[in-house]
Each structure stands twice: as structure tokens, then as C-alpha cells.
């Protein structure tokens, strides 16, 4: 989800960066339930790695030892390394590549997901696709583009299981003026399923703005987060070994953490190996158990847009509007977030 509406920009730079991790003043860990102590440390200390950014978005840790996460309304994507003195651009554009386009809100690239050695799953926004990019020639391969013979409207999150299945969320987030956008041709903004063949499902046709996905390490349950500020909640589908939705549910709803001194929405989420949600929340990151019992909140003191697991797999990476953060966690992403079982 972006707050900003600007055109590709397709110049090459270097964002202005903190030469090194500082600490984040505004920066705190909340805790909800003393059951916080055993996911993230009292005195955890928020980072912030790199800014100058309009709205990062779509943080994914590469296991060759860097992140890479897109700047939507920019149409580029950055990488940013412990070895490198801060975040460089590493793809422009991001996502779509063609002249001004009128009535695309936000050009490029989205939510990012590893899609095993070498390569990297793309929600391309300005596109309005799901593709395929190789690390090394930085080539594309459109994976999906319509469902019904309809195109999507601005696919913005991935997760995938590691047979390779691929969920999505479909919201109009991309397009000038959202629902009533004359570029839309889809009625819903769905959640889908593209299988190994091309295949693409729509499993859920109900949310009014769908936003960020995950799975649980065991892949039988699919989370997904509704960016909407009427109702501000998460689902839980449960999955049979096909990515069948056998039964829905309503997971948490934040309406109570909703105000001013809570910026922010229900966004890109991470799922540690334990099962526990990390998802962009008001007012910052929430955790909770996969019953969605909220135990803590981290905060940057803007909202977060996105959060995934990297380093050793016990390092949460966040994208904050302008910045880029990070903090130690005492739980691992799952093998999932981290593109490996192994991780």
C-alpha cells in the first residue's frame, strides 16, 4: 500500500543513506504480554539502516547477504548490504517501463518474494502483473497478467509455498483515483492462486482492499491483511495440500489501535518459524500468535509498510515510509519468508 502519488523517475542514484546503522530515537518495542520476552528482547534496539526513500515498500532478504525492497511511487527497487555503505539502486524501473502512463498512481514494483536460487518473485503494480526476475541478467518473465480475461488491477503481495504455488493480492492501489479508476476491469479486488502451470484461481472476492499475504511454515494456513480503514483486519484461510480454501476466518481486526498517534494501516506482514505473525499494523509492526493474540507492537514512529526476516534469519527488516530499519528479534523467520526450508 502507497500514500503517494508519483510517475516513474528512471535516473540511477544513490539515496541518501546513514553511512552506518544508528539508532532509531523514535524507535520502542510495546509490550502487550509478557510472552513479548520470548520473541523480542526488552531492550531490543530499533535501527535505522538508510533513507530518503517516498514510500519503501516490499523488503526481501537475498541468501547471497543483501536485502533488496522497491520505492513504488519511484519505480525502482534498492539493495542494501551490511558490506555496502548504504542502499544503491539496484533495478529501474522496477516495474512498469514504458512512457508516462495516464491514470497509473504508482509505476513500480511492489511486494517482493524469493522464488529459489537466483531469482525473484515481483508484484509489478504499474504493470499490473505477477513476473519473474533474474538476479544476475535482470531479465522478466511474466508469470500472470489477467484472470477471466481481465487484467489485474495492481498486484501488490506474494507469498509462496515451496512446491512453488504463488498467492497474490489484487487491490486498486496502483491506479489514480482506486476503485473508480477507468483503467480497472476487474469488479473485486481479489486474493488468487497461480498454480506451477499458469493456472490462476481466485480463492477470496469479499475483502475491499487486500493488501499483504503470508503463510504459516506449515503452509496449510494463508494470512492476509485488509488495508482498509473501515475495517482494518487480517483473514486466516485454512488450505488443504492442494492451496484449496477449506475454511475462512476472521484472525484480528485493529479498529481500537486506529488514531492519529497510530499511523498506519494493516500492510506486508513476515511469519517467523514459530508461527507467529510479524504484520504491519497502526502505529507500527504488531505480533502475534497465529490465533492472533497480540503480545507486542514495534515502532518507528511512522507507519511501516512492510517487514521481513534476513541475516541469520533472526534480523527484522522493516521499510517505514522514508526509511529503512531494522531489529533483532529471538525468533527466526520461517524457511518460507527466507526462501529456504534451511534457513
Not at 508519483?6 to 502487550?32: D, K, N, Q
Not at 509478557?34 to 535505522?48: C, F, G, H, Q, T
Request: hydrophobic share 40%; glycine share 12%.
Amino acid at each position: 500500500m502507497s500514500y503517494l502519488a508519483r510517475l516513474a523517475s528512471f535516473a540511477i542514484l544513490i539515496v541518501a543513506v546513514t553511512a552506518a546503522a544508528e539508532p532509531l530515537g523514535t524507535g520502542r518495542v510495546t509490550r502487550y504480554d509478557a510472552a513479548l520476552d520470548a520473541v523480542i528482547a526488552p531492550n531490543a534496539s530499533i535501527e535505522k539502516l538508510a533513507e530518503g526513500f517516498t514510500w519503501a515498500e516490499g523488503p526481501v532478504w537475498i541468501a547471497a547477504g543483501y536485502l533488496l525492497f522497491t520505492d513504488v511511487p519511484e519505480n525502482k527497487m534498492y539493495r542494501w548490504s551490511p558490506a555496502e555503505n548504504g542502499a544503491s539502486v539496484f533495478l529501474s524501473p522496477s516495474g512498469y517501463s514504458g512512457p508516462p502512463l495516464k491514470g497509473v498512481r504508482e509505476a513500480g514494483a511492489n511486494g517482493l518474494h524469493v522464488d529459489g536460487a537466483g531469482s525473484l518473485l515481483i508484484a509489478d503494480s504499474g504493470s499490473r502483473l505477477i513476473a519473474r526476475l533474474d538476479l544476475a541478467t535482470k531479465r522478466r518473465q511474466t508469470l500472470a497478467a489477467s484472470y477471466g480475461g481481465k487484467r489485474f488491477n495492481s498486484p501488490n503481495d506474494i507469498a509462496r509455498k515451496r512446491d512453488g504455488t504463488i498467492f497474490f493480492t489484487d487491490p486498486p492501489y496502483g491506479l489514480e483515483n482506486g476503485n473508480d479508476s477507468p483503467l480497472k476491469e476487474m469488479k473485486i479486488n481479489g486474493v488468487y492462486r497461480l498454480d506451477v502451470d499458469g493456472k490462476v484461481t481466485l480463492i477470496e472476492d469479499s475483502l475491499s482492499f487486500p493488501n499483504g499475504i503470508g503463510l504459516a511454515p506449515d503452509e496449510r494456513t494463508l494470512y492476509v491483511a485488509n488495508s482498509d480503514p473501515a475495517n482494518p483486519i487480517w483473514m486466516r484461510y485454512t488450505l488443504d495440500a492442494k492451496g484449496n480454501v477449506t475454511d475462512r476466518r476472521k484472525l484480528a481486526d485493529a479498529s481500537d489501535l486506529m488514531g492519529p498517534a497510530a499511523p498506519g494501516l494493516p500492510d506486508g506482514m513476515a511469519i517467523a518459524a514459530n508461527g507467529h505473525l510479524f504484520a504491519s499494523a497502526p502505529g507500527g509492526v504488531l505480533i502475534m500468535t497465529p490465533e492472533g493474540k497480540r503480545l507486542g507492537r514495534i515502532e518507528t514512529g511512522d507507519a511501516i509498510a512492510n517487514c521481513a526476516f534476513g541475516d541469520d534469519g533472526r534480523t527484522l527488516y522493516m521499510t517505514s515510509h522514508k526509511i529503512l530499519a531494522r531489529v533483532r528479534t529471538l525468533v527466526a523467520g520461517s524457511g518460507l519468508e527466507l526462501g529456504s526450508p534451511r534457513f
